[in-house]
């Protein structure tokens, strides 16, 4: 079963370029985005152990353009990875998608968990 979310993380990405406690706001660089190596979701920390897939897909601008948003700005694409992670080294291994968004605010987000 795939359950969605839409909630913000804090991710630290490989290569150095980490967030820590703003939301994935912060770091070396805030346009672009490198493969996550562990994330902070609900209080816990996961540990990516396989990234599975990266893609980009587009927003849904379409639901922030009814509520009066600027469609050309939420038509931006965000940067999609889908890994296997862990909480800590004993935990159950999951399947989770991060997003980046690289818009006005850039940062990580949660959007899907399969179990």
């Known amino acids: 079963m795939v359950r969605r979310y839409d ?3 804090d991710v630290k990405q490989t290569g150095g370029a980490g967030e820590t406690g703003d939301g994935g706001r912060g770091g070396a660089s805030t ?3 490198t ?3 562990s994330f902070l979701w609900q209080g816990r920390l996961y540990v990516v152990r396989t ?3 990266h893609w980009q897909e587009r927003r849904a601008w379409w639901r922030d353009a009814r509520e009066g948003g600027d469609v050309l700005t939420d038509a931006r694409e965000r940067q999609v990875w889908r890994v296997e992670a862990s909480a800590g080294r004993l935990g159950r291994v999951g399947v989770f998608d991060l997003g980046f968004d ?3 605010a850039p940062g990580w987000q949660l959007l899907r968990v399969a179990d």
């Open 7 to 9: 909630e913000t993380i």
């Open 35 to 37: 493969a996550p190596e």
């Open 102 to 104: 690289r818009g006005d």
């Open 51 to 53: 990234v599975l897939d």
């Open 31 to 33: 346009t672009t985005a």
